[in-house]
């Protein structure tokens, strides 16, 4: 893989300092809400009590654990069919977590995939895991904040973001600098939790124990910040059918479990998983939320 430390560059993004400052410490709290010191060692102990050989993982055998967003592996399937990433094209995975989404664009759609994450531990998993399934010549990932990332104008091909705005409360900083660092004509893909109704989220869910590292926000903000960025929207998707079609038959199958299987996303979501569980489950049946997808064009 070329050298992308030719395309870095220090960054310091246009925040005034008190909003840098603020910044600063929620992204120290998303951090800590996600870190899991030995992260891959507890995954590949998790696969081998699932009867698999750690000398012989396949991609897809990770999809129980790597697809940390609604609807799974299938969500990340039909997100891909919305845009046009293709073959050795150089893509921006965005909040990568552990890098199941980048690992799929790199072996379906043959891309070379570049991600961050503000979390060390899913940054270190993110690269054991592509060793362990062949993928490390494809992918590579280091720790950066969305809102200042290392890299000079125009670096990539293409960009996404799977369940990472929810995260991020200045989502104009976070669209100016994605579109600064993507070439002209490039896509930018979005699935985020959305608000799609009132009410109140309960929490803890499992992208934040607290409202303190929660920004929800519905998609025409969404809309709005996109286009302030310098992107034409090309096509937008709810998928909130299909969401609350997925966590249903996820409750039912979990109910007819004495124990969660050894390897899947409760692994990430560390404690009080059904509890967070409930919680997202029960603002995408009440309307207040929705996974959706938004998609851009770099102008």
């Known amino acids: 893989m070329p ?5 870095v560059r220090s960054y310091d993004g246009p925040q005034d300092a008190g909003t840098s400052a603020r910044a600063d410490i929620v992204e120290q709290r998303v951090v800590q ?13 998790a696969l081998v009590a699932s009867g698999k050989d750690p000398g012989r993982v396949a991609r897809s055998d990770l999809s129980p654990v790597d697809e940390f967003h609604s609807a799974g592996q299938q969500a990340t399937v039909e997100f891909a069919e919305q845009v046009n990433f293709a073959s050795g094209m150089h893509i921006l995975d965005v909040g990568c977590g552990i890098g199941g989404p980048s690992r799929f664009f790199a072996a379906a759609r043959n891309c070379r995939v570049t991600g961050i994450d503000l979390t060390d531990d899913y940054v270190e998993t993110a690269r054991s895991l592509a060793r362990l399934v062949g993928l490390d010549d494809r992918v590579s990932y280091r720790r950066a904040s969305a809102l200042a990332m ?23 900083t976070l ?14 893909a979005v699935f985020d939790i959305m608000r799609t109704g009132t009410g109140d989220l309960h929490y803890p869910l499992h992208w934040a124990a607290t409202s303190e590292t929660s920004f929800v926000v519905g998609a025409a903000q969404y809309r709005d910040a996109l286009q302030a960025a310098g992107f034409e929207i090309i096509r937008e998707r709810d998928r909130g059918d299909f969401a609350r ?18 390897l899947g996303i409760h692994i990430l979501m560390k404690d009080n998983v ?6 997202v489950v029960s603002g995408l049946e009440d309307g207040v939320i929705a996974p959706t997808e938004i998609v851009a064009r770099a102008c």
Not at 150 to 172: L, S
Not at 248 to 261: F, G, H, M, Y
Not at 274 to 279: E, G, I, R, S
């Open 175 to 188: 669209f100016v600098e994605i579109r600064r660092v993507l070439k002209s004509g490039a896509q930018f």
């Open 274 to 279: 059904p509890q967070k569980l409930a919680n």
């Open 245 to 262: 079609a997925f966590f249903r038959e996820v409750t039912a199958r979990a109910d007819k479990q004495s124990e969660p299987p050894p």
């Open 150 to 172: 290392p890299f000079e104008a125009g670096t990539f091909d293409g960009a996404y973001m799977m369940h990472v705005g929810m995260n991020i409360e200045d989502k104009p």
């Open 3 to 7: 050298n992308e430390q030719q395309n």
């Open 33 to 45: 809400h996600y870190s899991r010191t030995g992260l891959d060692e507890i995954i590949i102990k």
